[in-house]
């Protein structure tokens, strides 16, 4: 039988699909067509199967990487499905409307902006979904945010930068357990490692939220539109209590007891139902309608529009327009993993490094690279991990050091764009595009820069003995060895010593 022969493509080739997506992308944004990225990545697919089929790969075999890929996303497609039918239910029996209400009441909008954030990252290491997070209480504190007055926009990225947060510090989230068997270091070796870049990245990042609401609660905020939005919430329910929060609370539970994260969704559906059913009157056609379709059929007695853009959300049905880009996307995604583009173009660039730094940068650029041209943030994080573990063995740096490059901007920057699977899916939750939001998602921003200009003076590095440098760049030792692979620990630990020898790195 005869072997096919493949070959990389060359750097132009590997650069005409991804050009013919951004060229389209980039048009509709600059003359203001309004396109959506389904129909230019579906365009772009068949661009990378035409550069593949020059490079010897046949189209079965680049369907087996589409298809390969959203094999690998199928879980997150399916949550979509559920988070839909949980934003429905939650509208219905109250729980969304109860954050807003209470919020109001409770917060000032000078700490609205980092009290919000805060909750938004606790409630997403709690969830492990950064997805849930802003689906749920991300929706409410959107409206919140508005009736203070604040630029949604700016509430949409305190948002996200919250949500993301709580994601990367979960153990129960699937990017921070995927970075983590990527790198094939253990997963709290992993989320410890994370600690030195992403918290103070997320403590700068809520300084600037608090500055911003000092000063925007020094000017002249009028606390009427949010009297208004409250007056509208409690005439449309029949019931209004703390009590309707309890979905909330089923939710967190069911994450700490690591309920698998469709059946969790699934739990604190129905609990949404079932206090829909006590408290609001709720019929199975309500039921079943809303769980379908949202609660868009039930607001025909509501005239604050504030409370319409509130209400009218949810339902499976709600999710089709992100679920048709993320499979468009990820196919894409798929084939330019199969033809290797992404190796044509970024693989050279680890034959230039010769400092930690170089190769902190260098994944966090492959990443970012992967996150906007293949559109998928699993794939972000598998390729680069993939294509320099050996890389960091030879430098004598732990694994745990790899996983967490990874996450800094595979992860943070995968809502940033907006034919990204996680760009569109906030995109259709929070109701703008991410180029709106993006520059005020500031722990995203700044994460992946503070971890390279740290790096750059020696700080943050971790290496394969267990031993750090601290921000400023000093060595300490450190209370237990990252792990790693027998064999290639060993690689590690003898390029380690080597390096050490020869005065690349500092001794005790």
């Known amino acids: 039988m005869e072997t096919r022969k493949h070959r990389l493509p060359n750097k132009i080739e590997a650069l005409i699909p991804i050009l013919v997506l951004l060229g389209i992308m980039i048009a509709s944004f600059k003359l203001g067509w309004g396109i959506d990225a389904h129909i230019p990545c ?16 046949s189209y079965q075999e680049m369907l087996d990487g589409a298809t390969n890929a959203l094999s690998r996303t199928m879980e997150a497609i399916l949550i979509l499905f559920c988070i839909g039918t949980l934003i429905g239910s939650w509208e219905f029996c109250g ?20 009290t919000a954030c805060i909750i938004c990252a606790i409630i997403g290491i709690s969830l492990g979904s950064s997805w849930t997070v802003t689906g749920t209480v991300g929706i409410a504190f959107m409206s919140v945010g508005a009736a203070m007055g604040i630029n949604p926009a700016l509430t949409a990225g305190m948002c996200i930068s919250g949500a993301y947060c709580g994601d990367k510090f979960s153990p129960l989230s699937d990017t921070t357990n995927l970075a983590a068997a990527t790198a094939q270091t253990g997963l709290f070796d992993h989320v410890r490692a994370m600690v030195s870049t992403t918290f103070p990245s997320m403590l700068i990042a809520l300084v600037i939220y608090l500055v911003i609401g000092v000063r925007f609660a020094a000017g002249n905020y009028d606390p009427t539109v949010g009297n208004e939005l409250c007056d509208a919430i409690a005439a449309h329910y029949n019931h209004m209590s703390l009590i309707l929060l309890l979905p909330v609370v089923v939710l967190i539970a069911a994450c700490l007891l690591k309920v698998p994260a469709i059946p969790g969704v699934l739990l604190a559906t129905t609990a949404g139902v079932v206090l829909a059913v006590i408290f609001q009157g709720a019929g199975i056609y309500d039921i079943v309608n809303m769980m379908h379709y949202g609660y868009g059929d039930y607001i025909d007695d509501v005239t604050n ?56 940068l260098t994944v966090i650029l492959t990443s970012f690279v992967c996150d906007w041209t293949m559109c998928d943030q699993y794939l972000a994080i598998i390729i680069p991990g993939q294509m320099y573990m050996n890389k960091f063995d030879e430098m004598g740096l732990a694994r745990n050091m790899l996983s967490r490059s990874l996450e800094d901007c595979g992860t943070l920057w995968s809502p940033m764009c907006p034919w990204n699977s996680c760009g569109a899916y906030q995109s259709g939750v929070l109701g703008m595009s991410p180029f709106v939001y993006g520059p005020y998602a500031f ?3 700044i994460n992946p820069i503070f971890a390279v200009i740290t790096a750059t003076w020696g700080g943050n590095i971790l290496f394969a003995d267990g031993s750090y440098t601290n921000l400023f760049g000093k060595l300490k030792k450190g209370s237990s060895v990252p792990g790693a692979p027998a064999d290639t620990h060993e690689v590690a630990m003898k390029a380690l010593e080597q390096l050490r020898e020869d005065g690349t790195y500092k001794k005790f």
């Not at 209400?101 to 917060?107: E, N, P, S």
């Open 42 to 57: 579906l365009i772009a697919t068949i661009v990378a199967m035409f550069v593949g089929k020059g490079c010897g790969y």
């Open 95 to 114: 729980t969304i409307p109860a954050v807003v209400f209470y919020g109001l009441k409770v917060i000032t909008p000078a700490l609205f902006l980092p």
């Open 305 to 360: 529009e504030l409370a319409i853009t509130l209400f009218d959300r949810g339902g499976m049905d709600s999710m089709l327009w992100t679920i048709n880009l993320v499979v468009l996307a990820v196919s894409f995604g798929g084939t330019l993993e199969k033809i290797g583009a992404v190796e044509s173009l970024m693989g050279g660039l680890i034959h230039k490094v010769k400092k930690p730094w170089h190769l902190c």
């Open 443 to 445: 722990m995203n921003i």
